[in-house]
């Protein structure tokens, strides 16, 4: 069965005279909040949730955690929660977001390579309920702030298990020469440690992540195989597989099912059970992308462009790679339509410029589009996931606003940053 992520385009995304999205004509958004602008169709969060929800009901203990990476905002947070999501959690950011977005705590898991006393003291004092361990100097320190808070508290160990899966490299994390998690032959001296010196961890499991934007089904099964394998040789009860599902920015990508997803892990997972001879472990997931991506695009507004004598046609918008840094720092390619007249013909070939003072900020090469003039709208799509929450302030702009749409109602759920927002932490020395 087809699934949210497989959708280049906001689900409830409608061709009129011009683009509307949850019912609100993009224009009038841009009328009434600016450009660039981030635009999330709060229906299509919904259907993937619902996706994930039914593709893996057929297992009895399983735990949907949101990666709060790809999209950390109060707002998109309390509506996930709504739908039963429980988080990963990588900062004190992302758990002090969570936390005031009134987020069940105990469904919250703290992942990261090197968390620090303070974001693991507030972690353990705001209650969350797991905190994956990375390595071995962070099994030292997470006993000590929990010895220093006076509770046990409950941890998975994260590893590495030795997969590689055909994604960018720089988003690669499962093969065996990365910076994350235990080496499997480090493990037994990990479970050791707790078992005898670390008095104040339980630990309950394994956690893993292969990488990101995967498009393979089959490295989920070998994964479980593996993560299986080892709770079972060590009496653990829980495996956490990480996220991972792959989203369509462009036509030529296919972006598996979650509904063949999950029963490739279902399948493989009964028959470790059977072969491993276990009662079945709780299983965490933690999609991100698969989450968010869609249901997201930019808003730009056309400005300047520039035809190279016999070369290309560069248009420049109103943003660029402080919004989103995917295509220059990934290779990134993205989907593109102008907003205001999505259905004229009279193509032409132009690369999309950003902003920004840096040659390498170019959001899209060579794509055909109607004629643009200033003042037009582009609609980027897919661009949920690690687009606002890798933004910077490079050149000193602002930030661009969020707003969430559905059933024709838009409200702002960040506001745009203003001029004063971008000196208010400067200080001029005396
Ligand atoms: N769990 C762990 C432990 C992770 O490290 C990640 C992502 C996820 C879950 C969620 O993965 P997802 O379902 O979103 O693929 N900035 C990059 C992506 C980095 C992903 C890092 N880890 C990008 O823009 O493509």
């Not at 996930?80 to 705590?105: H, N, P, R, W």
């Amino acid at each position: 069965m087809k699934s949210t992520n497989q959708y280049l385009k906001p689900l409830s995304l409608k061709v009129n005279e011009n683009l509307e999205i949850g019912g609100c004509d993009t224009v009038e958004l841009v009328e009434k909040f600016g450009t660039p602008l981030y635009v999330v169709d709060e229906y299509t969060i919904r259907s993937i949730c619902r996706d994930y929800k039914e593709a893996f009901k057929a297992y009895e203990n399983v735990n949907m955690m949101y990666a709060s990476k790809a999209l950390c905002t109060m707002a998109t947070s309390k509506l996930l929660a709504s739908e039963g999501f429980g988080f990963d959690v990588v900062s004190a950011g992302e758990i002090y977001t969570v936390y005031k977005a009134g987020v069940d705590m105990s469904k919250v898991l703290f992942n990261g390579n090197n968390k620090s006393y303070d974001e693991l003291s507030l972690a353990i004092e705001l209650g969350v309920g797991r905190i994956s361990a990375d390595n071995f100097f962070e099994l030292a320190l997470l006993n000590e702030v929990a010895k220093a808070q006076n509770k046990t508290i409950d941890i998975l160990l994260r590893i590495t298990p030795g997969i590689e899966c055909h994604t960018h490299k720089y988003i690669q994390t499962g093969h065996l020469d990365s910076k994350f998690g235990f080496d499997l032959t480090q493990v037994d001296e990990a479970v050791e440690l707790i078992k005898n010196d670390y008095t104040n961890l339980k630990l309950h499991g394994l956690h893993a992540h292969i990488g990101s934007q995967i498009f393979e089904t089959s490295i989920y099964g070998d994964e479980i195989e593996i993560l299986v394998k080892e709770i079972a040789r060590l009496g653990l009860n829980e495996i956490n597989i990480g996220g991972g599902i792959g989203v369509k920015y462009t036509e030529n990508d296919c972006p598996p099912s979650v509904y063949d997803v999950a029963e490739i892990i279902i399948n493989r997972l009964n028959e470790c059970i059977k072969k491993y001879n276990i009662e079945p472990p709780a299983l965490f997931i933690e999609p991100g992308r698969s989450i968010i991506s869609t249901a997201g695009v930019t808003l730009y507004t056309v400005g300047s462009s520039k035809q190279v004598p016999n070369g290309r046609k560069y248009v420049a918008v109103d943003g660029g790679m402080s919004d989103n840094i995917r295509p220059a720092m990934y290779g990134a390619e993205y989907t593109v339509q102008v907003a205001n007249k999505p259905d004229v013909q009279n193509l032409q070939k132009v690369t999309i410029a950003g902003r920004f003072c840096e040659s390498g900020d170019i959001l899209i090469k060579d794509v055909e589009l109607p004629e643009l003039e200033e003042g037009d709208i582009l609609c980027v799509y897919n661009t949920g996931a690690y687009n606002y929450s890798m933004a910077s302030n490079y050149n000193r702009v602002p930030k661009p606003a969020m707003v969430l749409v559905n059933d024709s109602l838009s409200h702002v759920i960040v506001a745009r940053e203003t001029l004063d927002d971008l000196i208010s932490h400067d200080r001029i020395s005396q």
